[in-house]
């Protein structure tokens, strides 16, 4: 005997049930919970689509000169995702073109801590305390510290050299700057 399946449309999940409301048997449960997790795994990745295309126009906005407007969309990613590693870093990098120091390094020494082997990170900020043009904010034993940091994760890219030593030439040692 075969028997009807009919789709209870009340169910937030699809269940099946056969004419006489017994459980369809668990394969095809395994079946419709499957096709649930792969719609949810579908909206999941469009959001991160979204978030990624998001993040990709704020950085541009930077680097057009729209920074003001690049921390908007970077706190809108961060209100929905606030350990966004990407968002947070571009709303310092933001920070930093605005000069808005003390609010970039709020956002960006945490992040050294969370990402220790981030050696990019850690660059920025060494360059943020070697030539912040708010003196108070410029700090050149700092700025060896995390240049160092970088360095030893990251021997190869002249740009991390390059914070080095401008980090040494804030601390007035002249001669290590150089060589």
């Known amino acids: 005997k075969v028997r009807k399946l009919s789709l209870d449309s009340r169910s937030v999940l699809v269940s099946w ?3 006489v409301g017994a459980p369809v048997p668990a394969p095809a449960q ?3 919970a499957t096709n649930a997790v792969v719609e949810s795994n579908a909206v999941k990745s469009a959001e991160q689509d979204e978030t990624t295309q998001l993040i990709d126009k704020a950085y541009k906005r930077i ?4 920074s003001q407007e690049a921390i908007g969309m970077f706190n809108e990613v961060l209100q929905r995702d606030p350990v966004n590693k990407r968002a947070r870093f571009g709303l ?7 000069q808005k120091y003390k609010d970039a390094l709020m956002v960006l020494e945490p992040m050294a801590k969370e990402f220790p082997q981030d050696y990019f990170l850690k660059n920025n900020i060494a360059w943020l305390y070697a030539t912040a043009k708010d003196v108070s904010i410029r700090n050149g034993a700092k700025a060896v510290q995390y240049a160092q940091d970088a360095l030893l994760i990251a021997p190869g890219p002249f740009h991390v050299w390059s914070t080095l030593s401008e980090g040494y030439y804030m601390s007035g040692k002249y001669d290590k700057a150089l060589r």
């Open 63 to 66: 680097d057009y000169g729209g």
């Open 30 to 32: 395994a079946a419709v």
């Open 17 to 19: 049930t056969n004419e």
């Open 92 to 98: 310092g990098t933001a920070y930093i073109q605005m």
